[in-house]
């Protein structure tokens, strides 16, 4: 039977609310060895924001499922001391904690392989939306990955309908992992439903293509509900969009250990930035000017550029002294 998991005292400071898998990262080592000796970190893009948000300031609350196991525990153990809110993360006595598995190739970089159907983070539904969960909630972040399978897509039309008729900042990212997705009209037609209430939306220049808009051409993003629009570029920066006014920010030079994570921390810093510098509804984050525009870029730029100096997606965290708004 599942039941709701003990958590961190909600927060007193305003509230940016995630949901979506939070998960356990495996990291192979590389082809050719011991392929168990990389370890386990936690991840789930959702969940990655949420520990974002907190650590940068912000309260924050994540909504999901783990399995009633000694890594579901480990992990809504994990979250509480980053800080989040884990009142709302409930442990399933049936299906196990989700897992991706990143591999690694002997020549360069490998992929992620992600374990989905039958575990606790695919058995999120619109019944984890309970009215106290909106307590104290400003902004409202979600992740794509659920919407592979219908329950998801249910819950995130619900979520982002309640959140926009609330007042809130939308935000979504759709994190698409295309193995879970062997129909691609499919996954087209659902990912231009769900940005219909969307405030926020990013993506990596790839990503532009699977809402069926040329990725020479994202301003064409805006049609389909957004009223900002970021594309990431990975080491060559992101652009920021409205339909007043584009910016683009460089990334920050660092030494690279893993980029695992570095998108969630710059959508986590994002957030905070637009928070911090009063945009604090869809209409302001619609009037939005390009220098602040471009203050948020840059803080987010920092904060994903950091992340990419240590393994796993929480491990840089550690370093938000460097962070400047």
């Not at 594309?231 to 910016?247: E, I, P, Q, W, Y």
């Amino acid at each position: 039977m599942a039941g709701a998991a003990d958590g961190a005292s909600p927060p007193s400071s305003p509230i940016v609310l995630t949901v979506g898998e939070v998960l356990a990262d495996v990291a192979l080592s590389r082809a050719g060895s011991d392929p168990m000796g990389g370890g386990f970190s936690p991840g789930g893009a959702p969940a990655n924001v949420a520990v974002g948000v907190a650590r940068l300031g912000l309260g924050s609350r994540f909504v999901g499922r783990v399995g009633d196991d000694q890594i579901g525990r480990w992990l809504r153990d994990r979250l509480a001391a980053q800080g989040v809110d884990t009142t709302h993360v409930v442990a399933d006595a049936t299906r196990p904690t989700t897992l991706s598995v990143v591999e690694r190739a002997a020549g360069g970089p490998g992929g992620f392989r992600l374990y989905w159907d039958g575990t606790a983070s695919a058995a999120v539904g619109q019944d984890a939306l309970a009215p106290a969960v909106w307590d104290g909630v400003v902004m409202a972040h979600g992740g794509g990955v659920v919407l592979c399978r219908p329950r998801g897509v249910r819950l995130m039309q619900a979520f982002y309908a309640t959140a926009r008729a609330r007042g809130l900042i939308t935000s979504f990212d759709p994190n698409v992992r295309l193995p879970l997705w062997p129909d691609r009209d499919r996954l087209t037609a659902v990912l231009r439903q769900t940005v219909r209430d969307v405030a926020l939306l990013k993506v990596s220049q790839e990503e532009s293509d699977y809402f069926g808009v040329a990725r020479h051409k994202p301003g064409a993003l805006l049609d389909l509900g957004p009223v900002l629009v970021v594309v990431t570029r990975g080491g060559a920066g992101a652009t920021l969009m409205t339909r007043r006014v584009t910016v683009s920010v460089a990334a920050p030079a660092v030494p690279v250990v893993s980029t695992i994570g570095a998108g969630d921390a710059f959508v986590a810093a994002l957030l905070v930035a637009l928070w911090r510098l009063g945009l604090q509804d869809r209409a302001a984050l619609a009037r939005i000017d390009a220098v602040r525009l471009a203050r948020a870029g840059r803080y987010a730029a920092a904060a994903g550029a950091m992340a990419c100096t240590a393994p796993g997606a929480w491990a840089a965290w550690d370093r938000t002294v460097a962070l400047e708004l």
